[in-house]
């Protein structure tokens, strides 16, 4: 039904049938490695992940966006949806929250309309019904056909350009509406620009505040057709108009009635319009879509072909390659080619000297995503850090949760600090330590979210600071990851503060119940106590429950075990957590999914949980409980996460758990042991060296190490070290039905807390 257009229906289809190109289906045929990406995975279910074009790490997320209609539209796109509202230039991957979806550009025909439309009623404004049996997916190409005007649109994008091709059907009226109004979700336009530069130019800005506070983005649009801009100003005309300023703008690019296909690049900036053009010329100048596709699909194969698997089945292979592509699209490049960025300060800078990044989901990223980074980006490492480094300066802490030019402060804790500890630790180059290390310091000491309360006390009081005990764990975590590098800098006396901080976990201990809970300033106990009882965003955790924070204290696992009185005890509790059921109440976190037990992969404080066994003696226990979550929270489905992907850590926990090792203390360079899921695993890490992990026997019936061997020789560790793999090598484990309760068990072999 092409409800818009003004050519009656018999001559537009003998029209189209004679002139319209049709899509090059090539173009969406995946060969090779990322035969094995499939971007629809997460997009349904509560996964919340981008749909369209990126380059890796890339400045641009170009794809769909549909009506936000809540929760499950936090990166604009669902694929319960089919009413499509434009296609934006940046969108969010896998967030609990909503954010961007700024530049909606959307090709129409017939009347002019300038705002989306309804849900109820799409009729009603410009957006347009599509269907996803002719909806085409790729890393680097998208394709979607929009019913309402039978017009097909192709997408790819390099790191800082948006390359849109649109063919249109038969004769009439043609046009590109560009809303700089709408965006997704909580976002609102502040300030928007338009005007038309010359004939085939059209640029702007957008600012705007939502999630992100002070987001300000430029773009440059070169159309391969003349264009004659009108510009919409609170949704009406401004006769004559090649330039306004105001918050609800609106440019439509008037095309001749004759256009077939139309091409349009879209660069992007922080920084300037011009930079945004600048941008365009640096990374494709001329018009050639199909090459475009072809060069960022190279980009992503060389970035996916850093791992590479043998065994297992084609729904595991699926699953691990688009996890890999979900952790590499972010964070975000945040710099023009030449280096300039705008700052944590609201100002402008020249080129620092490293590539800037920004989508920093920390709280999340932490855990997995960013020890990821440190094996297959270890090229990118030093400049993400420095970035953190640049924020601190600019704003005064490091990093929580930055987002395009500013920090939404959102979530607990500021677990950019194990990040840095991390690059410390593992030696990574490029990197001033003494600045980063008083970034740490600094920050940590700062009075952010009742950490002031720790310069007087050792815990932070329940009565005064909403979500303490999850404030409190994640504070002595990062403590913890500064004691590394203080040992390893030689920082003694801030070896000793950090230290006794980092245990102060033990003060929401409660022996009795054998839970961490609240405490009031007065040092009591918070009444009534419920371990399995939730209040999103409004109790003593974060996301979770009295049950699922019992384990953060990933940087003192003996310590914990300790809390217990015996390894027994301990063991005892940590198999009642995938067992016990209870009541979380009516105000319960949405986050708390993926549940087993009141084990819950579905958010991110427990994913280091089914690794402690180890440290018990019990790695077999982590090995089940791995392949379990492996096979159960993790298909190859468009609802197959079990919640939120959170910016690539979601996949990057399948990622390292499938290689058969993860970071339980993220930043102390040691990984422990658990299943593989191939038989075997080669990554590619700095140097161009290899390590393989060859798991001999390995089926789903064999999940058990019966024994381990390290570049040839006997390894009895329940655990391995960054320094071994990135030296190269291969990890030979032998693998059977039934657990060897003895690999790992002797406390030698067990994992290291330093």
Same mark, same amino acid.
């Given at each position: ?42 997009? &349904? ?33 669902? $694929? &319960? ?131 992100? !506070? ?64 600048? $941008? ?160 740490? !310091? ?55 503060? =950090?230290?006794?901080?980092?245990? =102060? ?97 579905? $958010? ?86 290899? =390590? ?63």
């Amino acid at each position: 039904m092409l409800r818009h257009t003004i050519i009656p229906l018999l001559v537009l289809a003998g029209t189209a049938a004679a002139q319209a190109r049709t899509p090059d289906p090539s173009l969406a045929r995946q060969e090779g490695i990322l035969q094995w990406v499939d971007t629809r995975i997460g997009t &349904s279910g509560h996964g919340h992940t981008f749909m369209g074009v990126a380059a890796p790490f890339g400045a641009v997320q170009l794809g769909p966006n549909n009506f936000n209609k809540g929760w499950d539209w936090c990166s604009g796109y669902h $694929n &319960s949806d089919s009413i499509c509202v434009g296609f934006a230039h940046l969108h969010l991957n896998g967030t609990g929250c909503s954010d961007t979806g700024d530049l909606l550009f959307m090709p129409t025909t017939g009347e002019i309309r300038v705002t989306p439309g309804s849900q109820e009623n799409p009729d009603s404004g410009y957006a347009s019904r599509y269907s996803h049996q002719r909806e085409a997916t790729a890393p680097a190409y998208y394709r979607l056909h929009l019913d309402d005007y039978g017009i097909d649109v192709e997408l790819t994008a390099t790191e800082r350009v948006g390359f849109h091709r649109y063919t249109f059907p038969g004769e009439g009226q043609k046009q590109v509406v560009i809303n700089l109004f709408d965006a997704n979700g909580d976002d609102r336009a502040t300030e928007t620009f338009i005007e038309q530069q010359d004939n085939h130019t059209v640029r702007g800005y957008r600012c705007s505040s939502g999630w992100s !506070k002070q987001q300000r983005i430029y773009f440059t649009a070169r159309f391969s057709e003349p264009v004659t801009l009108g510009i919409y100003k609170d949704d009406k005309l401004a006769a004559g108009s090649s330039v306004e300023r105001g918050i609800n703008l609106k440019g439509v690019a008037r095309l001749d009635d004759s256009a077939r296909e139309v091409l349009v690049k879209v660069g992007i900036s922080p920084v300037s319009m011009a930079g945004a053009a600048r $941008n365009i010329d640096c990374e494709f100048p001329d018009w050639d879509f199909a090459a475009a596709v072809r060069a960022t699909s190279r980009k992503w194969e060389r970035e996916l072909g850093k791992v590479a698997v043998k065994g297992s089945d084609d729904a595991a292979r699926r699953i691990l390659y688009t996890g890999l592509y979900h952790a590499f699209l972010q964070p975000n490049l945040f710099n023009d080619c030449d280096g300039a960025y705008r700052g944590a300060d609201g100002k402008n800078h020249e080129d620092p000297g490293h590539e800037t990044y920004t989508v920093f989901s920390l709280w999340d990223t932490y855990r997995a995503a960013h020890p990821l980074y440190t094996l297959l980006q270890p090229e990118r490492v030093p400049d993400m850090v420095n970035t953190m480094l640049d924020i601190y300066d600019e704003q005064g802490y490091l990093p929580v949760w930055h987002l395009y030019g500013s920090d939404t402060r959102e979530m607990i804790g500021i677990q950019s600090v194990p990040v840095v500890a991390d690059a410390v630790m593992k030696g990574f180059p490029g990197i001033d330590y003494d600045r980063a290390f008083e970034a740490m !310091k600094r920050s940590m000491l700062s009075d952010y979210k009742g950490l002031a309360w720790l310069r007087t006390q050792d815990y932070i009081p329940s009565d005064k600071e909403g979500e303490s005990v999850a404030k409190g764990l994640e504070y002595a975590l990062a403590d913890g990851s500064i004691v590394l590098a203080a040992e390893k800098l030689g920082r003694e006396e801030d070896a000793r503060l =950090f230290g006794r901080r980092a245990r =102060f976990y033990t003060s929401y201990w409660d022996p009795e119940t054998r839970f961490f809970r609240g405490r009031n300033l007065n040092g009591s106990f918070r009444e009534p106590f419920d371990p399995f009882h939730s209040t999103h965003r409004n109790d003593d955790y974060c996301e979770g429950t009295g049950w699922q924070y019992i384990w953060l204290v990933p940087h003192d696992v003996r310590g914990l075990i300790s809390l217990f009185g015996s390894e027994e005890a301990f063991t005892e509790k940590l198999d009642r957590l995938f067992t016990v059921e209870g009541d979380m109440g009516e105000q319960a976190s949405g986050d708390i999914s993926g549940l087993i037990g009141q084990y819950a992969h579905g $958010n991110e404080p427990g994913h280091h949980t089914v690794y402690l066994y180890a440290y018990a003696g019990q790695q077999w226990k982590t090995a089940r409980m791995v392949r379990r979550i492996l096979n159960e929270m993790y298909t190859d489905r468009p609802n197959g996460l079990a919640g939120n992907e959170d910016c690539g850590q979601m996949s990057s926990w399948y990622v390292l758990s499938a290689m058969g090792f993860y970071p339980v203390n993220p930043s102390l360079g040691i990984y422990v042991l658990g299943s593989p899921k191939f038989s075997e695993m080669t990554i590619r890490t700095e140097n161009g060296k290899k =390590f393989t992990v060859k798991a001999e026997g390995n089926s789903e019936r064999n999940i058990y190490i019966q024994s381990a061997e390290l570049n040839g020789k006997p390894y009895p560790y329940a655990y391995i070290r960054h320094s071994d793999i990135v030296k190269g090598g291969t990890l030979r484990l032998t693998m059977g039905p039934q657990p060897n309760r003895e690999f790992g068990a002797a406390p030698e072999h067990r994992p290291a807390d330093r």
